[in-house]
């Protein structure tokens, strides 16, 4: 009887969750991934991408960052090869109005700015964004599917939001490029 409850109660836990997966995914559009890969070049998780009608969530889950608060961007180019150079391949922001960087800055936000997330004392960090200002194939906002596609990139601090051109975030210590799921 006491096993019986309690497979009850986990069957409770479980359902809501996957109740609120498909309202989620009710009115998604497009979806994408990022694996995203350290500065040895070794994968440390995902982000998943899914475009909605009025923005695209990001679902972040990596392991094996330096604890702290973070900076993620999206950068303008879809490349993470260059891991042992700093992901310098990757350019700037995603940025097509030349906005200044930074979300509590009066010329900006930049189409790539995103809040700071945190990186737990063990390395593991799990975090979502909301961007109305990026679109993987462009119905709104920057278009991050486009020719050279784009990437997501941390950086090693956090961002301040206002400073050009990053927000005083610093090296950019991880990076995957987002693919059409
Ligand atoms: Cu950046």
């Known amino acids: 009887m006491k096993s019986l409850s309690r ?60 604890p702290g608060q973070k900076a993620i961007h999206i950068h303008s180019v879809g490349t993470c090869d260059d891991h042992d150079h700093g992901f310098q391949d990757s350019g700037g922001h995603l940025n097509p109005e030349g906005k200044d960087h930074g979300l509590m800055n009066p010329g900006g936000p930049d189409a790539g700015d995103f809040t700071n997330f945190y990186v737990h004392d063990d390395g593991y960090a799990w975090a979502q ?26 950086h090693e601090n956090s961002d301040d939001h206002v400073s050009q051109p990053i927000g005083g975030a610093g090296a950019r210590i991880a990076c995957g490029v987002i693919v059409a799921d």
Do not use: K, Y
């Open 7 to 66: 497979a009850g109660f986990v069957l409770l836990l479980a359902a809501p969750m996957v109740t609120a997966v498909a309202a989620t995914d009710e009115h998604v559009t497009a979806t994408a991934t990022a694996t995203i890969i350290d500065n040895e070049g070794q994968e440390i998780g995902q982000v998943l991408v899914r475009q909605g009608p009025n923005g695209t969530l990001f679902d972040l889950e990596l392991e094996g960052l330096p």
């Open 129 to 154: 964004f909301f961007n109305e200002r990026a679109s993987l194939d462009g119905s709104f906002g920057a278009q991050m599917l486009d020719d050279d596609g784009a990437a997501l990139v941390i």
